[in-house]
T-cell receptor, first 114, second 114 residues
Framework: RKEVEQDPGPFNVPEGATVAFNCTYS??????FFWYRQDCRKEPKLLMS???SGNEDGRFTAQLNRASQYISLLIRDSKLSDSATYLC???????????????FGTGTKLQVIP | NAGVTQTPKFQVLKTGQSMTLQCAQD?????MSWYRQDPGMGLRLIHY???????DQGEVPNGYNVSRSTTEDFPLRLLSAAPSQTSVYFC?????????????FGQGTRLTVV
């Protein structure tokens, strides 16, 4: 089983739709979770952190389910500008050097259609 | 404040040639890392550094060397380029060595080895 798994998509949704992505992780000791956005041929950029109680940033809602070991990203009222690849990032337990292994998912591609 | 600067943006190498990808950050971050991104594979960690003079191997270190003589710079050296090293390379930095804070990425280097 991969450490972090995402549905690659693409998810093709009309403008104004609500879309949700899930990301599962295998290491139950994982401590930090993030969603990054990557536009075509660009670098990844932080979209939002994921907190245990769930968190919202405008049209974006992130949730964490530790029992089932997945995080989710919900996008409401999709805009054309939301078209991108969304990467989930999971940080594991610190190793002996104090470094937490950072694992990126392969990304889920979203295409918002006019 | 430039953030993370990577050079070059594009490079074509012949098999067996060597080269150095440059990475510099001006945010005084302790943690820096190099990733490669291949279709369907996600971002994979090559090498990382938790401070000047300290480096360690990531997931796919073979064929690459790094050094960290200053906090600002973290160059990646390809010793003898192979077609399997054709990829997009990203340098990243973050404030925390624990992987709990946002990672800032350079714009990437698209490398083709022929």
């Amino acid at each position: 089983r991969k450490e972090v798994e995402q549905d690659p998509g693409p998810f093709n949704v009309p403008e104004g739709a609500t879309v949700a992505f899930n990301c599962t992780y295998s290491n139950s000791a994982s401590q930090s979770f993030f969603w990054y956005r990557q536009d075509c041929r660009k670098e990844p950029k932080l979209l939002m952190s994921v907190y245990s109680s769930g968190n919202e940033d405008g049209r974006f809602t992130a949730q964490l389910n530790r029992a089932s070991q997945y995080i989710s990203l919900l996008i409401r009222d999709s805009k054309l500008s939301d078209s991108a690849t969304y990467l989930c990032v999971v940080n594991g337990y610190p190793n002996s050097g104090g470094y937490q292994k950072v694992t990126f998912g392969t990304g889920t591609k979203l295409q918002v259609i006019p | 404040n430039a953030g993370v600067t990577q050079t070059p943006k594009f490079q074509v190498l012949k098999t067996g040639q060597s080269m150095t990808l440059q990475c510099a950050q001006d945010m005084n971050h302790e943690y820096m890392s190099w990733y490669r991104q291949d279709p369907g594979m996600g971002l994979r960690l090559i090498h990382y550094s938790v401070g000047a003079g300290i480096t360690d191997q990531g997931e796919v270190p073979n064929g690459y060397n790094v050094s960290r003589s200053t906090t600002e710079d973290f160059p990646l050296r390809l010793l003898s380029a192979a077609p399997s090293q054709t990829s997009v390379y990203f340098c990243a930095s973050s404030y925390s060595v624990l992987g709990t804070t946002e990672a800032f990425f350079g714009q990437g280097t698209r490398l083709t080895v022929v």
